[in-house]
């Protein structure tokens, strides 16, 4: 919540400030980072409330796809900013002045509060989560980063990193966290990364110069490359992982006071809220250049000034929260285009995407000395008709899909329609008929109908025959009551049938053999049967 670029005197004043503004941190599904409101914005008036909006309209008029609600509203610390998430504990991780607060997302709560930062000046900012030592990196801008236990909820180790610490991103294949040190040297003509060694807590190096006043840091998968905002500079840096040397920076006009980052590894694309300029830059990785600007402010329709900014993997969607008005709002990383804007009171700050229910949590605070509170959001999307058309199956025959997470749906025509809302589905066709199977799939459901069609074909399982009794190497013949005949001079015949049940008879070269025939029954499972050849003499 400090402004990277006053004297520290200043900065700790900014601090009762910014409670006022309620503006401070993002969190990205990969990262957690602090956000400062540019001097030249005024400050807003914060609601006492945060609540659900009333229909919400997307760009055009159309109804949003999105119907959002807040399910939950949990009270945390002062001043939250910074969010991580626990994928195997279920928990969410808020910084909030002086202490980190613990919400089991099953309930809803705050089940523990730890006490983090060396100083007592020193003030939460990002957080991240690091799955391999089931740990969380706080940066507190006293100048050193907290290592919490996410197990029992305790301080481990307190590591010095410089000055001004404000974001924090976790690359995993090198097993290392990366800090923004917001202010090196004062008047902050420029910044530094200092990257941290997860196995032992300790300092590998720092990266310097980044851009002046860096904030937001968010880890790149598909590149192996960390993304630094810059906030005074209007760039954004990035850094490969490997070497941790910059490889370049992105400072085309289209980034302004940037802030909040979130990666899309569908896209490539990495998603900047640029609170300067009430915008997101798209930044493509495999070019390291903006490829898209993704207006967010429209008079009163949508917002301006974005912080935050949260991916969604399983809808393709980026969430931005906005402070002037405030709004969270939801970006389509496929069109690049906003779908939903949602009115927010209380001053969104940070945002976080919590794959295992779905849900966004928000950071936001209320009243005079901003009282910190986190909103769950539960985004309840309109539903698209999704037609299945079913080809070859015998009229009348009894035919179901089951689409994840939803009711079987069962048909005798040759299509069924279910319902769901926008998403990457994986689907099962099937019938009682067993002579008939179709493979299952997946399938990606967008802002409109969608329609799959299935071919079943007839379920055929292996008959061997198998002879004994003839001289070695000699010929014979099975003739099947449907026209087809198999020879061989092997001991030995195998060939696929569909269910039903089929007469047969054997003939070979050797006129002095015989064997006598029958019949057979394909039910659903492979048959094997022996056929006993005797001299007629």
Known sequence: ??????????????????????????????????????????????????????SVRSPGGD?????????????????????????????????????????????????ATIPVGAGSTGMPEGAAYDPANNEVFVANSDGNVTVVDASSDTVLKNISVGSDPIGVAYDPPQGEVYVTNGCVALPCGFGAVTVLNTTNDSVVTTIVPVGSAPVAAVYD???????????NSASVTVINATSNWVVATVSDGSVSYPEGL???????????????????????????????????????????????????????????????????????????????????AGGPVGALYDPAKGEVFVAGCSGSFCTGNISVLSFVRSSYQLTFRERNLPPGTIWWVNVTGSPTVRSTGTKLTVYEPPGLYSYVVGTANKSWATPSGTLSLGLRPGSRTVNFLRETFPVTFS???????SKWCM?????????????SVTFLDPNGTYSYTFSTTRSDYSAPGGSFTVSGAAVSRIVVFSTTS
């Open 479 to 491: 003739a099947i009551s449907d026209g087809r005949t198999y020879c061989t001079r092997k001991t």
């Open 63 to 111: 109804p949003s796809p999105h119907a959002p609600r807040v399910v939950a509203r949990v009270p945390v610390g002062y001043v939250p900013q910074g969010i991580a998430y626990d994928a195997r504990g279920g928990a969410v991780f808020v910084a909030s002045r002086a202490s980190v607060s613990v919400i089991n997302d099953t309930v809803d709560a705050v089940v």
């Open 262 to 344: 979130a990666y899309d590894p569908a896209q490539g694309e990495v998603f900047v809220a640029n609170n300067g300029a009430g915008d997101v830059a798209v930044i493509n990785d495999s070019e390291n250049a903006v490829v898209a600007v993704v207006p967010i402010s429209s008079g009163s329709t949508f917002g301006s000034s974005p912080q935050g900014v949260a991916y969604d993997a399983s809808s393709g969607e980026v969430f931005v929260t906005a402070g002037y008005p405030s709004r969270v709002i939801v970006i389509s990383s496929t069109t690049d285009k906003v779908v939903a804007s949602v009115p927010f």
């Open 1 to 54: 919540m400090r402004r990277p670029w006053g004297t520290k005197r200043v900065r700790q004043a900014w601090t009762v400030v910014a409670a006022l503004a309620a503006v401070g941190l993002f969190v990205a599904t990969d990262a957690v980072a602090a956000f400062h409101t540019p001097p030249s914005l005024d400050l807003p008036r914060l609601s006492t409330a945060v609540g659900s909006a009333p």
């Open 467 to 473: 002879e004994t009794g003839l001289p070695k190497a």
């Open 221 to 231: 998968s598909r590149k192996g490359e960390v993304f630094v905002s810059n906030h």
